[in-house]
């Protein structure tokens, strides 16, 4: 007689589990990171059970009967959110490009190069209300403020995603047209632009994306626009206007994403193959 | 053609700064007003360093807001981006419906969510915890979904074809996957959060965002100076750390 299949053997050997200390330790200190946080945050605890039905409350206030009578001048205070917006952008771009050409890498004299990265990563380090905050002292309570600042707030992104681009690109044809006798402007104009161009004007439109977002929380400090519109009536406590206004928000930011997305995939993909 | 797109865009912004229409262009203001803006520019360039003690409970507030927001936000996160991704849940209702409600909460601002929050549960860090939490899903969510899109769905299909449940399959062979991007993401998110929650104290939300809110509005810019490098410090260094975390991960 012949055995058709093998015994099956007593146990499968698992191999033990890998043990790497480093992550145990990391996962003890986030725990206790955030056990302690919550330890000591000074909230109320008791009140987070009425929670969702007190949203929900609230939620059914916005948005079962949303006021369409505030319809126009939220439309204009969302143009003057985009003004913002689009002056914010065009300006930071203006500023931004040329500084990064200056720090990347190859183009600038190091010190410069240096120092405009730390002026780079130190303005995306502070929130852009902290700008509108100073610089309305002199422009007052204007979108020009919060153009204005979107527009430094701009730099600093625009600025390192400007340079980080102009070091991506492939060496040849900088390397030709310095070859050429080109000088760095030329080498920039020939070599570098017609290669990073696309790079830049998608980065471009998603500044303007994130500046639509950002402009209408500038206009809660009162620099006018959507958002100023939204805190005069969240404090007024007229729910059924302020889900009017939220309405609004999403739908002109989904709208514009959209569209900018849309020009930013064809300007990084070309026209689709058919 | 880039002339003539580059055209358009010169008139719309020259339509956008005029009166009326526009973002309120006013030179003369300007110049009238360049006189205390140097002022404050002088105040800016003097930080009040006495003002130092007063910073540090609300300093300390704003990173609780934050730690917390991302850590409840996290929590929320991963079995949602399960839901949202098409390896992971391959029916498509409920993944249009879950990607769909997830758009529409990204739409949204984090500051103007803690406004209308603080309107409904009052002052406090827990309306700016919940506007942190609503802005984390938003992204956590989007970001490890379309990782999980991008993975290799060979390891899927093996335990598909072992007779696997899909839940099965989700816990034992994308969770694994998945783990290092959303550690990844979470920790970017806390980099956001940080930032995020330093401002949202002048909606009400608690935090150092109140201090910038008072000490504005007596226009104390040496003091709002102390606090502006405080942020600096504090962004930088969080920064750096979860950078360098980061870089170790993927």
Redesign the interface.
């Known amino acids: 007689m012949t055995l058709l299949a093998p015994a099956r053997p007593a146990a499968l050997a698992v191999p033990a589990r890998r043990r790497n200390p480093v992550r145990l330790i990391?996962g003890v200190i986030v725990t206790v990171?955030?056990l302690a946080?919550?330890w000591?945050?000074?909230?109320?605890w008791s009140?987070l059970g009425e929670?969702p039905a007190?949203?929900m409350r609230?939620l059914g206030l916005m948005f079962l009967s949303p006021n369409g009578a505030k319809l126009p001048e939220a439309l204009w205070q969302t143009?003057?959110s985009v003004?913002?917006a689009?002056?914010g952008t065009?300006l930071g771009i203006l500023i931004a490009t040329p500084l990064s050409l200056i720090a990347a890498r190859g183009f600038g004299p190091a010190p410069v190069r240096v120092a405009l990265r730390f002026v780079f990563?130190?303005v995306r380090?502070?929130?852009e209300?902290?700008f509108a905050?100073?610089i309305l002292?002199?422009?007052?309570l204007?979108?020009?403020t919060?153009?204005l600042a979107l527009a430094i707030g701009g730099v600093g992104t625009l600025g390192k995603w400007g340079y980080e681009a102009v070091e991506n690109v492939a060496p040849g044809p900088i390397e030709a047209a310095r070859a050429a006798g080109g000088s760095t402007t030329q080498v920039l104009r020939w070599g570098v632009w017609p290669q990073a161009a696309p790079t830049f004007f998608s980065f471009w439109l998603y500044r303007f994306e994130i500046n639509v977002?950002?402009s209408?929380?500038l206009g809660?400090?009162g620099v006018?626009g959507i958002?100023d519109m939204?805190?005069s009536y969240?404090?007024y406590?007229e729910w059924s206007t302020?889900g009017m206004l939220?309405i609004v928000?999403?739908v002109v930011?989904?709208a514009i994403?959209a569209v900018s997305g849309r020009i930013r995939r064809r300007i990084m993909e070309g026209p689709r193959v058919r | 053609m880039p002339w003539a797109a580059a055209l358009v865009?010169a008139a719309?912004?020259v339509v956008?700064?005029l009166p009326g229409?526009?973002?309120?262009?006013?030179v003369a203001?300007?110049a009238r007003?360049?006189q205390?803006?140097a002022l404050?520019i002088v105040e800016?360039l003097t930080p009040d360093w006495t003002f130092f003690p007063r910073t540090v409970g609300p300093i300390?507030?704003t990173?609780?807001?934050a730690?917390?927001g991302t850590?409840v936000g996290a929590a929320i996160s991963l079995p949602v981006s399960f839901w949202a991704a098409r390896p992971t849940n391959p029916f498509t209702p409920t993944r249009a419906l879950v990607r769909g409600i997830l758009?529409?909460i990204r739409?949204?601002?984090e500051?103007?969510y803690a406004?209308?929050l603080?309107?409904?549960?009052g002052v406090?860090?827990?309306p700016g915890?919940l506007a942190l939490v609503l802005f984390n899903v938003g992204i956590v969510v989007k970001l490890v979904s379309e990782s999980i899109d991008a993975t290799d769905a060979g390891p899927l299909e093996a335990g598909r074809a072992a007779g696997g449940t899909q839940a099965q399959i989700n816990r034992t062979i994308a969770l694994p996957d998945t783990w290092p991007t959303f550690v990844s993401q979470t920790l970017y998110v806390f980099e956001l959060n940080v930032?995020?929650s330093?401002?949202l104290g002048?909606?009400g939300a608690?935090g150092i965002g109140l201090l910038?809110d008072a000490v504005?509005t007596y226009?104390r810019?040496d003091q709002?100076s102390l606090v502006?490098l405080e942020?600096?410090v504090i962004?930088?260094v969080l920064?750096t750390v979860s950078d360098a975390?980061r870089r170790r991960l993927v």
Do not use: H, K
């Open positions: 990391a990171i955030v946080a919550f000591s945050a000074d909230i109320t009140r929670l007190e949203i609230y143009w003057r003004e913002m689009w002056i065009v990563s130190l380090a502070v929130p209300l902290v905050i100073i002292s002199v422009t007052g204007t979108p020009l919060g153009a977002r950002a209408a929380v809660l400090i006018g958002g939204l805190t969240t404090q406590r302020v939220l928000v999403v930011t989904v994403d | 865009i719309v912004t956008m700064c229409v526009g973002v309120g262009l006013d203001a300007i007003n360049w205390q803006g404050r800016l300390l507030e990173l609780q807001t730690v917390i850590a758009n529409v739409a949204v601002p500051l103007v406004a209308v603080v309107a409904m549960v406090g860090a827990l915890i930032r995020a330093t401002v002048l909606v608690g910038i504005r226009y810019y709002l502006i942020i600096l962004v930088v920064d975390i």
